[in-house]
Every structure is written in C-alpha cells, then in structure tokens.
C-alpha cells in the first residue's frame, strides 16, 4: 500500500508556477513522455465561468471600469499598470497583499492563479533583436548574457509555430520576423463569420459586437 501510494506520488519533473514558463514546460515535459506535477499557489480559473466581467460594458461597471481613488491608493504599484481597471483587477496580486521591498525602483505586477500572468498579458508577441541579447554587455548593466539571437531563433520558431503568431514579415533588424500566419487582410470570411456565431452561441459574444468586429475589419 505504501509502495503504491509511493509510487502515485513519484513524478519525473515537478513543475512550479503554471504561467506562460511553467505551462509550457509542463506541456513539452507531458509531450516527452515525463511524469510531471505543477504546483501552483493560486486558484483555478475555469474557461468562461471565472470571466465575470468579459461580457460587460463600461456602463455595467459600478465605477465605469475605473479603480477608485481609494483602491488606487491602497495599491500604488499596481495602479501603475494600464491594464489594472474593475474588469480585470480579480486577476491581480494586491499589493497591500503582498508587498515586497524596492532597493531600486521595480514595478513587480503579479498574478496568482492557474494561467498566471497569461491572462493578463497584452498577447504581443515580438521577437527580440540581436543587439537586445547585448545590451546588458554594451550598457554595463550586471552581467554578459550567455546566449544570443541566434541560440534562441529556432526556439522562437518553435514556440511561434504552436502559438500561431499574426504578422507581417516586414524584414526589420530592429523587430525580426518570425513564423507568422497570414495578416488579417486575408482572414477568411466564412471562418471568421463561423468562429464569431460560436462565440454568440457560448455566450461569449453578442451580435451587436459580432457585427461591430466585421465592420471595423471591413469584410461584412
Ligand atoms: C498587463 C500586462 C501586459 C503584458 N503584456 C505583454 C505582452 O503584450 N507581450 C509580452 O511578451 N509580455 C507581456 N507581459 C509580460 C508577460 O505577461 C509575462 O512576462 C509572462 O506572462 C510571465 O510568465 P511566467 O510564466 O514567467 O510568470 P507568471 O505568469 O507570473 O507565472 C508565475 C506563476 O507561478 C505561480 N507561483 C508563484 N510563486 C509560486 C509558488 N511559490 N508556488 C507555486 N506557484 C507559484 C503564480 O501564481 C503564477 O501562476 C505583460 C504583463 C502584464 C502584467
């Protein structure tokens, strides 16, 4: 018996944290074949139910979507962020919560559940460029880092390819392409229309803003 229980509990990787890192470790570990454990400190956040606000408009909110004067001043760090507003402040670490000492200034924005800081991101997804991989050297900041653009491109790659990255293939140094899909110009028509009337159907969209999206695309 406790062989067994033993045994349930023997992984091959353990996993901490359940952000964008540690999720995806977690899959390419799970992929490889390896027994892994994540541990993760916050709550679950279950697909549609734990959104309460992503259906409401500005006027449903009691302060319009704004933080409050109050609030605001109980979390200044937090406030800093653009993205902390009353549809979105459940999936932020309050700092009164867990506030932590600046030596230097340091805006730490934290999210602590299942998806981490995955569901508060803005989903831009640039490459960095080669000279990014040397400013630490070139600027004299801590130390030389020991890997460069070209260590981390096919991994970008890689990633980019499961991801499934819109973009244009601009050929910029400063930006460097990646594995884009197609632009948005050539969306579709019949699968966007689909994938809208899904959301409807979930619940997750009305037709008034169906048609907004299909009108600001200009493909109504
Ligand atoms: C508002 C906002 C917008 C952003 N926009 C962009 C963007 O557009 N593009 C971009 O590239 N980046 C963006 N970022 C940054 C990006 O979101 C983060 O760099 C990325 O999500 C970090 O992922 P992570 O897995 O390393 O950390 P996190 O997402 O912070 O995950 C860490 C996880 O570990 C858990 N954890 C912590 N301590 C413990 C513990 N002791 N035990 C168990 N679990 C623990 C946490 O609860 C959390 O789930 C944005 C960030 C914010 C806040």
Aim: charged residues 30%; glycine residues 8%.
């Amino acid at each position: 018996m406790i062989a067994k229980k033993k045994l349930e509990n023997t992984f091959d990787a353990i996993v901490i944290g359940s952000g964008i890192s540690g999720g995806w470790a977690a899959k390419e570990l799970c992929e490889k074949g390896q027994k892994t454990l994540v541990l993760e400190r916050g709550r679950m956040v279950e697909h549609i139910k734990d959104y309460p606000t992503a259906m409401l408009n500005q006027w449903d909110f009691k302060h319009r979507q704004t933080i409050p004067y109050k609030v605001k001043e109980e979390n200044p760090i937090l406030s800093k962020c653009y993205a902390y507003n009353e549809g979105t402040e459940h999936f932020f670490v309050k700092d009164k919560e867990h506030p932590y000492i600046q030596k230097k200034p340091f805006d730490w924005i934290k999210g602590y559940q299942v998806g981490g800081k995955s569901l508060m991101w803005a989903r831009m997804t640039q490459r960095w460029n080669k000279e990014d991989f040397k400013s630490n050297k070139n600027n004299g900041i801590a130390i030389d880092w020991p890997i460069r653009y070209n260590d981390i491109a096919p991994w970008y790659s890689y990633v980019e390819k499961f991801a499934g990255i819109s973009g244009d293939k601009d050929g910029l140094a400063q930006i460097p392409d990646g594995e884009f899909l197609h632009g948005i110009d050539n969306v579709d028509r019949r699968v966007l229309n689909q994938h809208l009337s899904e959301m409807i159907t979930d619940g997750l969209l009305t037709k008034k803003h169906s048609m907004y999206y299909l009108q600001e695309l200009n493909i109504n």
